[in-house]
């Protein structure tokens, strides 16, 4: 009745036959529209979600580790999470064949510690990646954003400015029952940032051409000072 009568307001001269045929005319455009038209693209039904995003989306073709070095840096916040997470890389190094001699585990405070401590061990040249590992839990405050924010990028950047692969294993969660189910079972998101870190430092072995072997120290060990019979010619103040 109200958009009949709208009808009619916009041309009062239209008798009352047109304005029926109008409104007819209305009615049968609507009517032909798709029913999806009107429907949001995702599902209302948040559990299928969830459960999709624990489980494991990755492949992974068979990996030789036999000559990569993986660092392992965790947090102790949250330890007995990151405890089952470093686990489970640990499981995926061993799949890969990737020694236990040549796998360099340490620790820090939090998250927020990660990105440096990471660049500490990319610098030292002594490991082929890096896995960052740290669980956050999203609190009553904004300190989670700030955390998550920080650290997802000082991961990011470490792994770009030093050329040396940093896997961003840092669990973001709303709940703790959101970090179980990604950090135990059948899925535990620490198995595939194993396999990812194996695969990523072959990817920079190949692309850097480097040759297998190790070197004498790993983890935050020195390597050898390379040497020269060159004198160097001083500049400017040094």
């Known amino acids: 009745r109200q958009l009949l009568h709208s009808i009619h307001e916009d041309d009062p001269t239209m008798t009352r036959p047109a304005v029926i045929t109008a409104f007819c005319a209305l009615a049968h455009a609507f009517l032909s529209l798709p029913v999806g038209a009107f429907l949001p693209s995702t599902s209302f039904s948040r559990n299928p979600v969830l459960l999709k995003a624990a ?32 686990e489970g890389t640990r499981q995926a190094l061993k799949e890969c064949n990737v020694k236990d001699e040549n796998v360099f585990e340490t620790s820090v405070p939090g998250s927020f510690e990660l990105p440096l401590a990471a660049r500490f061990l990319a610098l030292s040249g002594t490991v082929d990646a890096i896995v960052t590992t740290g669980v956050l839990i999203k609190g009553e405050t904004s300190h989670y954003e700030y955390i998550a924010d920080a650290v997802s990028k000082g991961i990011m950047n470490v792994g770009i400015q030093t050329s040396t692969p940093v ?28 396999k990812t870190a194996v695969e990523m430092a072959l990817l920079r072995k190949s692309a850097l051409g480097q040759k297998k072997g190790n070197m004498e120290t790993l983890g935050f060990g020195k390597a050898d000072p390379v040497t020269t019979s060159e004198k160097k010619e001083k500049r400017g103040y040094f």
């Not at 492949?59 to 999470?81: A, K, P, Q, Y």
């Not at 703790?176 to 940032?193: F, L, M, P």
């Open 167 to 194: 896997v961003f294993g840092v669990l973001t969660c709303l709940n703790e029952d959101q970090v179980k189910a990604r950090s135990g079972g059948k899925h535990n998101h620490g198995y595939d940032w194993g």
């Open 55 to 86: 489980e494991s989306e990755v492949s992974f073709d068979d990996l030789d580790g036999e000559d990569v070095r993986v660092g392992i840096i965790r947090t102790r916040w949250n330890n007995d999470f990151v405890d089952s997470l470093v």
